[in-house]
């Protein structure tokens, strides 16, 4: 199993830590700041080979330049349309490209909705799934729209193993799932899920990752032939009119 270290950034992100559980080689995935990745690779006596962007957004990609300055010749790998907004970007993927780390290899796939760039980058266990699928939502349409964002989340659905262990670039957790229990308020599974992050939260711990098992379950972002998600937005069901209706009310929520 890859072995995966959190690392909070700003004030709500997470950097990821990965390494080979064979050759303990490490990548770093989507560091939004330096200071505290490094002081994790530090805490692990651990040196990266590569950092993995998701998408170019600044609070993802903010500290690559301190991890190419503390460790020359540094692999940088995003996709290749992020070629040039991706600071210091040495390499660029295309959906169905495999990056491996020591015995794992990672499987790209493009994911465009939130940014006509991002990427998904799953192992055999775990998948980085960056501001395309949050635990309980998604991310908001910077470039995308709905279509290409609701193709997108259902190709994690459908494509990985659901107990494929869901890693995301936000502690968002547990408002997403506010709103999802407002919006199913007889949806008991949900109204679960709610107290169980926020007791997490309370306790200072962490609510990623979760099974994309229980993503399927819970995330109405992935549920958008779901009647009972479409009556609850008011739309016909068309998936793709369900998930624009549903990204509108989260929006706004």
């Not at 330049?65 to 991706?86: C, K, M, T, W, Y």
Request: glycine residues 8%; proline residues 6%.
């Amino acid at each position: 199993m890859l072995d995966v270290t959190l690392v909070p950034c700003l004030s709500d992100n997470y950097a990821y830590v990965l390494r080979d559980p064979t050759t303990g080689f490490c990548a770093v995935v989507d560091p939004s700041e330096g200071e505290p990745v490094l002081a994790a690779l530090a805490a692990l006596g651990a040196r990266p080979t590569m950092v993995l962007n998701t998408h170019h957004h600044y609070d993802h990609v903010g500290g690559n330049e301190a991890l190419i300055a503390a460790f020359p010749g540094l692999r940088v790998v995003a996709h290749a349309s992020d070629q040039g907004r991706v600071p210091g970007q040495t390499e660029a993927v295309n959906d169905g490209d495999r990056v491996t780390l020591g015995g794992t290899a990672l499987r790209v796939l493009h994911v465009p909705g939130h940014t006509l760039g991002a990427v998904t980058y799953a192992s055999d266990d775990a998948a980085f799934t960056g501001d395309t699928l949050f635990l309980g939502g998604c991310g908001r349409l910077f470039d995308g729209d709905p279509a290409m964002m609701y193709a997108s989340l259902q190709r994690i659905a459908e494509t990985l193993d659901p107990a494929t262990r869901i890693f995301c670039g936000h502690e968002y957790t547990a408002n997403n799932l506010r709103f999802v229990a407002a919006l199913e308020p007889a949806n008991d599974a949900v109204r679960a899920a709610v107290a169980d992050a926020e007791r997490l939260r309370a306790e200072g711990r962490p609510t990623v990752p979760k099974s994309l098992r229980d993503e399927r379950r819970l995330n109405p972002f992935l549920r958008c032939d779901d009647p009972a998600v479409a009556a609850a937005v008011g739309v016909a069901r068309d998936p793709v009119a369900v998930f624009a209706a549903l990204r509108e009310r989260r929006n706004n929520w």
